[in-house]
């Protein structure tokens, strides 16, 4: 079942002494465990498999081992009882010395030591009989707990093929429960070789600490003790043989032989980061392709095997130095047993059955592949990464630098965040590259910004000279606006008075209309005088002719008189009256015909004039009511002006705050060109200084 678990921390990070070196990441086999995307590395617990190597390599001493001895300590002082089981590594680690060990560790109340190499007979006994009663395809050892942690992290498809045995030291921590019941409750100590031996008893719940050689080691050279000055105490239980060995490259098949002895020649022995990770993720691949897998594989994390183990601080110390010292112990045991009489062999082996039951020492595993988070990038994914690296044109050098061993692999990272392009050291180059080019194009710049100091510099004199024509222009505006507003106040008045003054025309309109119309009454008025006089004065002729034939009427009535003599006297007396009637009538009648013709020739002249009156009066009222249509038209564009007065107060109210603007923005000007000025002599200064 793949699930998601919480890891025991076994590598601490000193941040202080760590300078992101990456030197951890190019020996890590897993790699992704290690967060290198800040200024200091950081360790994922639940990614790592706890193989050490990044302590080995870490010249900075930045990297620290997890162990439990702290509480062990502790707890030995407030009185625990505490067994201890200790690693075969122990005769390298204190060559000669390490039964003194035993005695040290005795000392501080550990009540029995027992030796792991028993355990590690117990184990291949068990891998043994796992083979005879299953016949496995391939059975993988398990001794080993950081390649444990490999396969249930990252390649969980080879957990069937894992010995489902425990290793060595749990085959011993079980041993004390089932065989050695007056332990039964104590609290067991392991000294080991190995960081990752935490993982392994956090999942079997049956060792309660798990101390490092090395832990140990420092702490007795702290309080000044010599391990050589505690006496030498054997080990509790059992002997082991030649299983003292299992703590060195292929010694788990060297035990096996004894039980089996061609199964060396028939297994895969193989160790070190470098290789063994490598072949089991070939195995992991060639399971379904049908090839034929070896029947055994004895592989170990640490090239050196445990002797040279993260907790034992020797990883740099020779093979034939650490060799030497656990085949002298194995030689001395095989001597030992032999010595034991007639069929050795076969009562080693009995007394190795004597403590095994089968089912007892049994193991199962955890897939732990739910850790595995990490996103595998797509091609256009990764090309947006290779960019942000500097690789456009996907340049892959794949020089380790990075500690990841291939420009792809550190993209995978980057696309994580788990590292970032800064550490990519030919994203470095380029930058550098890219750094010299504007080295050589700073002189350039220098010239440039000698140039541009000297175009500031006249900027600076215009801006001046501006500022000073833009405070001119503002109180000429000013100025402006002052005279425009009293020009308008007059337009205002005008436009007032002169509408007042279209009333008194219009009031002069209608009286010329109404004197035109008089006129043309008055004259209509004297032709009917003259036509009445005219009529009169035919009347006047009329009178005249009869008053002529009244005239000559008397004048024979005059001559009848005469011949009638007396009897005509009284006609001749009525004659001459009517004659002297008729003369006076003519008179009157030429009196009243001369006067009628001075009135009709008045009147002629009263007409002509009284017409020529008319027409004068027609073209004033026509001139009139022309002036009062320019009035008219001159009172509206004198209101047009009026109103259009508001707009231009308006726009001479703008035009005075965008002069003030201008100006506010001219002196902001001068002011920037100033610090402009400054900031181009201070680069022209650090240009100098480059």
């Not at 193989?51 to 990297?63: F, K, L």
């Not at 398990?142 to 030291?169: E, G, H, T, W």
């Not at 031996?197 to 003790?225: C, H, I, P, W």
């Not at 726009?651 to 965008?658: A, D, G, H, M, N």
Request: proline residues 4%; glycine residues 6%; neutral net charge.
């Amino acid at each position: 079942m793949n699930i998601t678990a919480t890891l025991t921390p076994v590598v601490r990070i000193d941040e202080d002494k760590c300078n992101n070196c990456h030197a951890c990441i190019a020996t890590c086999p897993v790699k992704m465990c290690l967060d290198g995307s800040g200024d200091k590395l950081q360790i994922n617990p639940n990614l790592c498999i706890g193989c050490g190597r990044c302590i080995e390599t870490c010249s900075h001493g930045a990297r620290h081992i997890v162990d439990d001895a702290p509480r062990f300590f502790d707890e030995l002082k407030k009185g625990a009882k505490v067994v201890a089981i200790v690693a075969p590594a122990i005769a390298t680690f204190f060559p000669g010395r390490y039964l003194n060990f035993n005695g040290y560790l005795k000392s501080l109340g550990v009540e029995a030591v027992f030796d792991v190499s028993f355990g590690a007979e117990l184990t291949v006994f068990s891998y043994i009989e796992h083979m005879k009663s299953n016949n496995p395809k391939m059975l993988i050892a398990q001794p080993c707990p950081a390649i444990v942690n490999f396969i249930q992290i990252y390649r969980p498809k080879l957990l069937p093929y894992l010995a489902p045995v425990d290793s060595p030291m749990l085959h011993t921590a079980k041993m004390i429960r089932e065989y050695y019941p007056q332990y039964r409750d104590h609290k067991v100590v392991v000294v080991s070789p190995c960081i990752a031996k935490r993982r392994e008893f956090d999942e079997a719940g049956l060792v309660d600490y798990n101390v490092t050689m090395l832990t140990l080691k420092n702490s007795m050279e702290e309080q000044g003790l010599n391990v050589g000055s505690f006496p030498r105490v054997e080990y509790a239980g059992p002997i082991a043989e030649r299983a003292v060995r299992f703590s060195s490259p292929g010694g788990l098949l060297e035990t096996a032989e004894r039980f089996s002895p061609s199964i060396g020649r028939r297994s895969v022995k193989i160790e070190g980061c470098h290789a063994v990770y490598p072949y089991l993720e070939e195995i992991s691949e060639a399971l379904d392709s049908g090839v034929e897998l070896p029947p055994l594989i004895d592989c170990l994390n640490c090239e050196k095997g445990c002797n040279g183990g993260p907790g034992t601080g020797n990883s740099k110390m020779p093979m034939i130095m650490l060799e030497s010292q656990t085949r002298e112990r194995s030689n001395r045991l095989e001597e030992y047993h032999k010595t034991r009489g007639k069929f050795a062999r076969k009562k080693y082996h009995k007394l190795v059955s004597q403590y095994w039951r089968r089912g007892l020492y049994s193991r199962s595993y955890r897939n732990y592949s739910g850790n595995n988070d990490l996103k595998q990038p797509t091609a256009a994914q990764l090309n947006e990464v290779f960019r942000s690296m500097k690789k456009l044109n996907q340049e892959f050098y794949d020089c380790t630098s990075c500690g990841y061993g291939s420009c792809k692999a550190m993209a995978t990272a980057i696309f994580n965040n788990l590292n970032r392009p800064e550490n990519c050291s030919h994203y470095n180059l380029d930058l550098l590259r890219e750094e010299k080019q504007k080295m050589t194009e700073m002189g350039q710049l220098k010239e440039h910004i000698s140039v541009a100091l000297g175009l500031i510099r006249g900027i600076n004199d215009m801006v001046n000279a501006l500022n000073a024509k833009v405070g001119l222009q503002a109180a000429a505006v000013n100025d402006s606006r002052i005279i425009t507003e009293t020009m308008i106040s007059s337009l205002r008045s005008t436009s007032d008075l002169s509408r007042q003054k279209l009333g008194v025309v219009e009031e002069l309109i209608a009286d010329a209309d109404q004197g035109k119309q008089s006129m043309t009454e008055t004259i209509q008025s004297v032709r009917d005088i003259s036509q009445s006089v005219d009529d009169i004065a035919s009347a006047i002729k009329i009178i005249s002719g009869i008053a002529s034939d009244t005239n000559l009427l008397a004048m024979n009535a005059a001559i009848e008189a005469a011949h009638a003599g007396e009897m005509g006297q009284g006609f001749a007396v009525v004659a001459g009256e009517i004659r002297r009637l008729s003369e006076t009538t003519r008179k009157n009648s030429q009196s009243i015909s001369r006067t009628l013709s001075g009135i009709i020739g008045g009147i002629g002249i009263t007409s002509k004039r009284s017409a020529d009156t008319d027409g004068l009066i027609s073209g004033m009222a026509e001139k009139i009511s022309g002036f009062a249509g320019t009035m008219s038209e001159f009172i509206n564009t004198l209101s047009e002006l009026s109103a259009s007065s508001v707009e231009i107060t308006s726009s001479l109210t703008s035009l005075r705050e965008l002069t003030f603007a201008v100006e506010t923005s001219y002196a902001e000007m001068l002011s920037m060109t100033s610090r402009l000025q400054e900031n181009t002599r201070e680069l022209a200064e650090l240009s100098r200084k480059q």
